[in-house]
């Protein structure tokens, strides 16, 4: 079983929906989360921190439920830039900022 | 700022050939990192540098691959000698160094590596 699990996709949506993403994470031990975002045939790019209280930067709200080890990504109103491919990731317990990542969701937002 | 630089962005090799990839950090980033990125696959780290020290080669495959970061600034990494399944990304990413704290990686964007 992979530690991060994330349904690969492809989501399909007009300009303007409403699009989540899930992920789950097996080790309990996991300390830290994040959303990074790749575009096609580009490095990784942080888009944000989740955080237990859950947390919102403009059109994203990102949410953590320590004890489902669920994260979840809300981007409301999508726009064409908004395809890519987003990254779920979290860090291990221990000091040495170890990111694990999930495969990737990929998004595909159409006019 | 400067981001973190890599070269070559492509190489093409022939199985059983060698390659090295080069990664210069942020300036002042305590942490290098190396991840292999297969297609489809989220990156998968293979070795992380803290100054010129390994903190983590777990899975760095060392009958193959090795890497080095001299003077704890720019770091190579080497592959001798390629399998096709080496064909992949290979992503360098650096940090500054908080222990107990997790800090954005900031990544290079990465060499495309085809073994053929």
């Known amino acids: 079983r992979k530690e991060v699990e994330q349904d690969p996709g492809p989501f399909n949506v007009p300009e303007g929906a409403t699009v989540a993403f899930n992920c789950t994470y097996s080790n309990s031990a996991s300390q830290s989360f994040f959303w990074y975002r790749q575009d096609c045939r580009k490095e990784p790019k942080l888009l944000m921190s989740v955080y237990s209280s859950g947390n919102e930067d403009g059109r994203f709200t990102a949410q953590l439920n320590r004890a489902s080890q669920y994260i979840s990504l809300l981007i409301r109103d999508s726009k064409l830039s908004d395809s890519a491919t987003y990254l779920c990731?979290?860090?291990?317990?221990?000091?040495?900022?170890?990111?694990?990542f999930g495969a990737g969701t990929r998004l595909a937002v159409h006019p | 700022e400067a981001g973190v630089a890599q070269s070559p962005r492509y190489k093409i090799i022939e199985k059983r050939q060698s390659v090295a990839f080069w990664c210069n950090p942020i300036s002042g980033h305590a942490t290098l990192y190396w991840y292999q990125q297969i297609l489809g696959q989220g990156p998968k780290l293979l070795i992380q540098f803290q100054n010129n020290g390994v903190v983590d080669d777990s899975q760095l495959p060392k009958d193959r691959f090795s890497a080095e970061r001299l003077k704890g600034v720019d770091s190579t990494l080497k592959i001798q000698p390629a399998k096709l399944e080496d064909s992949a990304v290979y992503l360098c990413?650096?940090?500054?160094?908080?222990?107990?704290?997790?800090?954005?990686?900031?990544f290079g964007p990465g060499t495309r590596l085809t073994v053929t």
């Open positions: 990731v979290v860090t291990h317990s221990g000091g040495y900022n170890k990111l694990i």
């Open positions: 990413a650096s940090s500054p160094l908080r222990r107990g704290s997790s800090y954005e990686q900031y």
